[in-house]
């Protein structure tokens, strides 16, 4: 079963995030987002799988399991016995993903309290505060949260192209992919450079979306750079925010001032996909396998 660990846990995590830097900025925005951030979930989701087989597998080569259970203990420690580590560091890193996986669900909910509860149907929700935040709250229905700190940083025009960029990730739902991705990242951390460009992707959609609707790419580009200069996104508001922090806001705007250029071919879109597939069917074929282990383990007892 060795090979099967090896494939999807140590192999097919560093691939995809080879697979997207080699495809950053060559694909359109709104379509790579979904394609990298559910091929990315796939892959964690494959990854995690298979860290609960082998779990399986260390306690089932635990000789009171074996007695209670009627199988040869022997059996099944023979199957990992060139790597005895594997099983049970497989159970360390099945209990850090777990933790990780809960505190990110935490994480998430604790985005939903940074609005007054019941104040507001939908739309545009202005919040009394100096500090320049705006984010997109999912619900049914979305919000809008835009503080005066970050109103009285725009002009009219920077603002109307910040209520458009926010607007499209509402309409776009783009706070299922940054929750893949998240999710992902949490379940194998060699996910995180793929998360952080899920991140990326969607506020290019959101940026491209804007652009489209007020028909003028500078603007929006403006409208990043002030909503940057004004306040950096907080780290309880994650993925949703106008002004994301670090060397992304130059790639953004550098982005949307430049002429638009020809897309790559569509196919692209599959090599993250084609990898995310392998590694379920890699994980369904890991799932067989110890079935039989524990067969033939239950007959040699």
Sequence with gaps: MFDHFLWSVVVVPPLVVLAVRWLADRLAPATAARAVAWSALAVAAAS????????????????????????????????????PFVPWLSVALLAYAVVALIWRLRRHRRVLALIPPGEHSGGLVMVDDDEARAFAVPGRPGRVVVTTGMRAALTDRQFEALLAHENAHLTERHHRLARAADLAVAAHPALWWVGRHVDYLIERAADERAAAELGSRNVVARAIGAAALAGTAPRATPHLHAASAGGVIPRRVARLLQPSTAQAPRILYAVPVALAAASIIWTGEAT??????????GRAA
């Excluded at 399986?56 to 016995?81: C, F, K, M, N, Q």
């Excluded at 067989?288 to 383990?297: C, G, K, Y």
């Design 288 to 297: 067989i396998d110890l079935i039989e282990l524990f067969i033939s383990a």
């Design 48 to 83: 995690t799988f298979n860290l609960v087989l082998f779990a399986l597998h260390a306690v089932a080569e635990i000789p009171l399991v074996g007695g209670a259970l009627g199988w040869s203990t022997r059996v099944v420690y023979e199957d990992t016995e060139r790597v």
